[in-house]
């Protein structure tokens, strides 16, 4: 059984609480929160207690690895608090918005053999993962193009516009990383944006986008296509397409049901998809942190690590480049 502690108990932290409740070989311990309503909420719901201060949390003798779930300034003072413990980790997306402080926190980690996967749950849906699988297996022959469309249903409020970092650091980033999920080894060295307000007044008042595009560019050559929207009126579009020498292969949006309806106004017409993230990648929850017990208790490599996490990063500042200063930007990872 692996004890832990939850660190974070606001949406996401919530859905982690329950799903580390519901696997049979995790068990939740702590929870720790800065709103003492909210840990307490989520401590009382999954038998859990409620800590006093984070590094209690995490250092209890009982508790074996860390989910950080809390708001993202706050992620590298827990990766470093925890693997200064050597407690495994599992930490949400994005590591941080500012590239210095995640190099920081790279030189604070370095030749630590602790356990620290991010939370890029994408990469655990069993359609795009059987995607990328495929490609692997040759059997899109060589790669050319991946296409990748993700749209939130509808914009969030201001508060969490002007505390999230913006558009391509908090939402693309998800699609930064699938976009290397997919390619591999193959890195991207190039990359195009552009940001939009087309729709939403709050987006404008924080000075963000609500619409977004991008083009990049692999060594190889494979091109990606990668567009967003913060509002898709028929729910979460999630879709992702790869195209090669022998074929096309399209992880397309699910609904509840397989039902398809044909009356006298539709033809073939479906259920709603899925709402949003929460609903339509629940077993990619589930299964990335059923990877990350396996990997705990293998004692095996992260499948999802710190440089994944600061790679993608390195791409949603380089896009922010791209689009600020209107021209084609080189990637450069180091
Ligand atoms: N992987 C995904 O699909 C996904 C989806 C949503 C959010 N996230 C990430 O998860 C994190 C949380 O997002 P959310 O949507 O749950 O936000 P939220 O605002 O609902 O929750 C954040 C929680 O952190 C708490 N918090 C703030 N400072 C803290 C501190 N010092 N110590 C402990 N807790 C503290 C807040 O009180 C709040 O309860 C963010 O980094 C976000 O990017 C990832």
Do not use: W
């Amino acid at each position: 059984m692996i004890n832990f502690t939850l660190l974070g108990a606001g949406r996401i932290g919530k859905m982690h609480a329950k799903i580390i409740s519901g696997h049979p070989e995790a068990n939740l311990v702590n929870v720790y929160d800065v709103n003492t309503e909210f840990a307490s909420q989520v401590a009382n719901d999954n038998d859990a207690n409620i800590a006093k201060s984070p590094i209690d949390a995490i250092n209890d003798e009982n508790v074996d690895a860390v989910l950080i779930a809390s708001a993202t300034p706050t992620h590298i003072e827990y990766l470093v608090m925890s693997t200064d413990a050597n407690k495994p980790v599992l930490c949400e997306k994005p590591i941080d918005l500012d590239i210095d402080k995640v190099n920081e926190c790279r030189n604070k980690i370095a030749g630590s053999s602790n356990l620290i996967q991010i939370g890029f749950n994408r990469r655990f849906d069993k359609s795009h993962a059987s995607l990328q699988q495929a490609y692997v297996n040759g059997e899109i022959g060589d790669l050319e193009k991946i296409i990748i469309t993700s749209r939130d249903p509808s914009p969030p409020d201001l508060d969490y516009l002007n505390a999230a970092g913006g558009f391509f650091r908090d939402t693309t980033i998800h699609d930064f990383d699938l976009s290397r999920f997919i390619l591999g080894d193959d890195p991207i060295i190039e990359i195009s944006a552009f940001g939009d307000n087309l729709f939403d007044e709050n987006v404008k008042i924080a000075n963000d986008f609500d619409t977004a595009m991008f083009i990049l560019k692999s060594k190889a050559g494979v091109l990606i296509n990668i567009n967003n929207s913060r509002r898709a009126v028929y729910g979460y579009d999630q879709r992702v397409e790869i195209f090669g020498s022998k074929g096309m292969m399209i992880s397309g949006n699910q609904t509840p049901t397989s039902i398809r309806k044909y009356t006298d106004s539709h033809t073939s017409s479906k259920e709603p998809i899925y709402n949003f993230f929460i609903e339509r990648y629940e077993q990619a929850y589930k299964d990335q942190l059923n990877e990350f017990i396996l990997s705990i208790k293998s004692n095996s490599k992260s499948k999802v690590t710190f440089e994944d996490g600061r790679n993608a990063l390195i791409l949603a500042n380089a896009a922010y480049e791209s689009h600020n200063n209107k021209k084609v930007v080189s990637i450069d990872f180091k």
